[in-house]
């Protein structure tokens, strides 16, 4: 029935204030009102309009991506919306394309390696967009390893110019987003060669298509790298190839804040230290884990929601069937997903609050929390967009049969996020760089250099090491204090014990090599801790609102004890808890099921997440999923017909068994 809510006895049901927890999640107030205004803002306009992604041709779908795009920077111009509304609008259109790559890559990457006076000539176009620019840095033959990167960009100090080279196919850029057919302009990373000497891989703006007709510029070979991963989802995005001919660029067109070329073609490193760097992959980064929180609550606003809608079983004499929500496996799987959007988004709030820290540390010349700023972003990168993909395929699969069509919104969901494990650094191999920061770490141990930050409990190794978990009774694990040290004793229990695996080895990166599988999992628990404590420290502080804070201590240590439970291996073979302190651990988390079954759907309705964004049938407000099912159904162009198209070529001959004779 349309214009009732077949959710109202669920919401009913809620032990807290829904608009104070919107404000949790949001942020801030300011930040709530931002979201909810530009989300309904675009959730209205039928130039936003998605529902019909899924049916349209790449061509169509791309020549769509491009109308809503220019459209959603006309609207950003005429009604003058700050940088932050422009965000949102770009996060509610809700289809990749171009201007990711545009605002997320390109603007930062000059931001963070241009000269003083290459931010003012080239961010002054690319604000206004009468450039249009992408990242190219992958290639064919490499991605993770981006010293094994080919392009060259070698200087020719009587023309002062650089020529950009791509000597193999393996050097081809592929995979650059926007590249493909939109964008005038790059970041090309290539090798640096002057005086016939590799400096190794720099940055270069490089102009790649005219910007009368958009024709490549001679010199330069472009184009799409073809169909991704799903139908709609990412191919909306022109994801690139592109090989150089020996064009040359200007000598000013290298990003010389880091090293430069002078006129006679001299290379010198700037005493800007190359760390600055780090700054920028910290807010690249920063941006990743909250897209996760983000992306991981849609998915869980969807299953809550239909998995309250749905019944299955348990009838008797007649009576109403079980909500599937009730049962407690269900509740065992969607819980700890809905428990880590909640933990996402605040350590990705942390994130923020981390990447102004360095940026004033950065200012003042203070570069020693660098290196574990930039450890801690990684690994968090890596750890919430993992766990977020799994996440959304395992909503999908709470939804049943209905979860695997397209309009329950999940299947284009995790097609346009999955790439989220391996853009921006492959997951496994920043878990790696977090082993690498935690074995240096480690290896400082009691050498007077205290370690700071997210690894300041490696400070406290004696203790941890020797302390035993003084959990008795199943509420224990509702102790703050007892939870963390579990994890940080896990956590510094494993990377001791690869430390000194690795030290057995006399070559150490034989032994790393050899380590490889241990150390990502030392990454992993380091990671969750981080993800841990941030969560506590957000409950431990002032939350404002009725009932808030006690929902978010039910979902902390629901996200907690699931870790524990699911790593419970870990936990055992490092000592940091017993058999018996785990079995109080699942004992708990039990308990706290219960209590959040009642507010589970307030508390997905606390994303404040429109139908539009949402794009589910499933995870519709009004729980109206069966009637909407069907109208979804009736509008597929095959049933346009009652017969199908091929119907007398095939379906009838068949029956009929009237086949044109075979010719051998
Ligand atoms: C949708 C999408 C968008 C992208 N957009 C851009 C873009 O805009 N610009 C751009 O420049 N690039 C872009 N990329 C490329 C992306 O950054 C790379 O694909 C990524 O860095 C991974 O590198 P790779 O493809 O070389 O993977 P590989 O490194 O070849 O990974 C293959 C496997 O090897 C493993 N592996 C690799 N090295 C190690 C190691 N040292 N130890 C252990 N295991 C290892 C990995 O874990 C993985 O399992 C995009 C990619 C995708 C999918």
Redesign the pocket.
């Known amino acids: 029935m349309e214009g009732v809510d077949h959710l109202a006895d669920e919401r009913n049901k809620a032990e807290f204030n829904v608009d104070d927890m919107k404000i949790i999640w949001a942020g801030s107030r300011h930040a709530f009102d931002v979201s909810n205004r530009i989300s309904r803002f675009v959730a209205t306009d039928p130039v936003f309009e998605k529902s019909n992604r899924a049916l349209m041709t790449r061509k169509e779908l791309f020549k769509n991506t491009l109308k809503k795009s220019v459209y959603a920077w006309k609207i950003i111009k005429e009604l003058r919306l700050s940088d932050e509304e422009g965000i949102k609008l770009r996060i509610f259109m809700d289809q990749?394309g171009f201007l990711d790559?545009h605002w997320g890559?390109f603007v930062p990457a000059i931001k963070g390696q241009g000269t003083e006076e290459q931010q003012q000539k080239w961010l002054s176009l690319a604000n206004k967009m009468q450039i249009i620019g992408?990242?190219?840095?992958?290639?064919l033959?490499?991605?993770?390893?981006v010293q094994g990167l080919e392009t060259t960009a070698t200087f020719d100090p009587k023309t002062d110019q650089f020529i950009m080279h791509s000597p193999t196919q393996t050097s081809s850029?592929?995979?650059?987003?926007?590249?493909g057919k939109v964008s005038t302009h790059a970041v090309v990373?290539a090798r640096l060669i002057t005086n016939g000497k590799d400096h190794g891989v720099h940055g270069f703006i490089v102009q790649l298509r005219s910007l009368d007709d958009h024709s490549p510029l001679p010199g330069i070979t472009i184009g799409d790298i073809g169909m991704?991963f799903g139908n709609g989802a990412?191919n909306s995005?022109d994801?690139g190839f592109l090989m150089f001919n020996q064009f040359r660029i200007p000598r000013d067109q290298m990003l010389m804040r880091l090293s430069k070329v002078t006129r006679e073609g001299k290379y010198i490193a700037s005493d800007v230290p190359r760390q600055l760097v780090y700054g920028t992959m910290v807010s690249v980064r920063q941006t990743i884990v909250s897209k996760a929180s983000d992306a991981l609550a849609r998915a869980v606003c969807i299953a809550t929601r239909y998995s309250a809608v749905r019944r299955q079983f348990g009838s008797e004499n007649g009576g109403i069937e079980t909500q599937v929500i009730d049962y407690k496996t269900q509740q065992n799987r969607l819980f700890p997903l809905l428990a880590s959007a909640y933990a996402f988004r605040f350590v990705g709030e942390w994130l923020k609050w981390l990447y102004t820290d360095v940026t004033q540390r950065l200012e003042a010349s203070d570069f020693v929390t660098l290196p574990e700023a930039h450890a801690c972003t990684a690994g968090l990168k890596s750890m919430t967009t993992s766990a977020t993909s799994d996440g959304i395929e395992e909503c999908r699969k709470l939804c049943g049969g209905h979860g695997y069509l397209w309009c329950s919104g999940l299947p284009e969901l995790f097609a346009v996020y999955v790439?989220?494990c391996?853009?921006?650094?492959?997951?496994?191999?920043l878990q790696?760089q977090v082993a690498r920061f935690l074995m240096k770490t480690v290896s400082q141990l009691g050498s007077g250099k205290a370690p700071a930050g997210t690894t300041a409990y490696m400070g406290r190794a004696q203790h941890l090491l020797q302390c035993r978990s003084g959990v008795q009774k199943a509420e224990d694990w509702l102790n703050p204090s007892m939870v963390l040290e579990a994890f940080e004793s896990r956590a510094l229990r494993m990377a001791i014990t690869c430390a000194k695996n690795l030290s057995k080895f006399e070559n150490q990166e034989q032994g790393f090599?050899e380590l490889?599988a241990d150390l990502v999992e030392a990454a992993i628990a380091h990671c969750q801790l981080i993800v841990v404590s941030k969560f506590i420290a957000k409950i431990e502080g002032e939350i404002e609102g009725k009932g808030v804070k006690k929902q978010l201590k039910n979902l902390c240590y629901i996200y907690a004890l699931h870790l524990l439970h699911k790593h419970l291996g870990d936990f055992l073979s490092t000592n940091s808890v017993t058999p018996e302190q785990a079995s109080l651990a699942s004992h708990q988390l039990r308990s706290l099921y219960s209590q959040v079954r009642p507010n589970a759907v307030a508390l997905v309705d606390a994303f404040d997440y429109t139908d539009h964004y949402l794009g589910s049938v499933l995870g519709r407000y009004d729980g109206n999923v069966y009637p909407k099912l069907f109208e979804e159904a009736l509008k597929d162009p095959l049933n346009d017909s009652v017969v199908p198209d091929g119907y007398h070529e095939y379906i009838r001959p068949l029956i009929k068994q009237n086949f044109p004779s075979a010719k051998l």
């Open positions: 990749p790559l890559m992408c990242y190219a840095q992958t290639e033959g490499h991605g993770s390893n850029k592929w995979w650059p987003g926007g590249l990373y991704k990412y995005m994801n790439p989220a391996t853009y921006e650094g492959d997951n496994v191999v790696l090599s490889l």
